[in-house]
T-cell receptor
Framework: GAVVSQHPSWVICKSGTSVKIECRSL??????MFWYRQFPKQSLMLMAT?????????EQGVEKDKFLINHASLTLSTLTVTSAHPEDSSFYIC?????????????FGPGTRLTVL | GQNIDQPTEMTATEGAIVQINCTYQ??????LFWYQQHAGEAPTFLSY??LDGLEEKGRFSSFLSRSKGYSYLLLKELQMKDSASYLC??????????WGAGTKLIIKP
């Protein structure tokens, strides 16, 4: 089956620093990638949707200048949390699909746990 | 507004059967998903329903009634490894995926 990887699996950083999370589709071309955030005991919250070669579409309330998304190729999307603060500590999950709107073929990465001190 | 309701937590016994309900009110409907998520891990796909009726897949079955805005996930012959959160998600008319808060299922021996 299709595999999506994320790197790093976990990261601890100081407040004010920036953190980059990579999401890769290993055996398929991901036309669309999604970035989610999940706080403890809560459901997934979609942050943004990115299509290869175009700007990401951010959900309401998500700061695009703080969460920079780059979908530079069909196999790689990156999320950069700029000037991270403790309230940004969360579980960040990406998912990818080969075709737009094909949610039934949405494959999730293993997630990245971010802790900001 | 758009809303998906599921129970916060359920408890069941190993070997038994449990039904997790999901009701939704969304702007349009283009399918409903059930995902399983173990603590600290990403969700894994369980089922997708777009037509009314029951879809059976091994120990897990999913039911949909579009007229009632209702779905359930049925888990049979429960095993300890089934302890997880179960997320219901609906695709609306804009093809946006709306997530429920999830139901934490606790299995007791």
């Amino acid at each position: 089956g299709a595999v999506v990887s994320q790197h790093p699996s976990w990261v601890i950083c100081k407040s004010g620093t920036s953190v980059k999370i990579e999401c890769r589709s290993l055996d398929f071309q991901a036309t669309t990638m999604f970035w989610y955030r999940q706080f403890p005991k809560q459901s997934l919250m979609l942050m943004a949707t990115s299509n290869e070669g175009s700007k990401a579409t951010y959900e309401q309330g998500v700061e695009k200048d703080k969460f920079l998304i780059n979908h530079a190729s069909l196999t790689l999307s990156t999320l950069t949390v700029t000037s991270a603060h403790p309230e940004d500590s969360s579980f960040y999950i990406c998912s990818a699909t080969e075709r737009e709107h094909s949610y039934n073929e949405q494959f999730f990465g293993p997630g990245t746990r971010l802790t900001v001190l | 507004g758009q809303n998906i309701d599921q129970p916060t937590e359920m408890t069941a016994t190993e070997g038994a059967i449990v039904q997790i309900n999901c009701t939704y009110q969304t702007s349009g409907f283009n399918g409903l998903f059930w995902y399983q998520q173990h603590a600290g891990e990403a969700p894994t796909f369980l089922s997708y329903n777009v037509l009314d009726g029951l879809e059976e897949k091994g120990r897990f079955s999913s039911f949909l009634s579009r007229s009632k805005g209702y779905s359930y996930l049925l888990l049979k012959e429960l095993q300890m490894k089934d302890s997880a959160s179960y997320l219901c998600a609906v695709v609306d008319s804009n093809y946006q995926l709306i997530w429920g808060a999830g139901t934490k299922l606790i299995i007791k021996p």
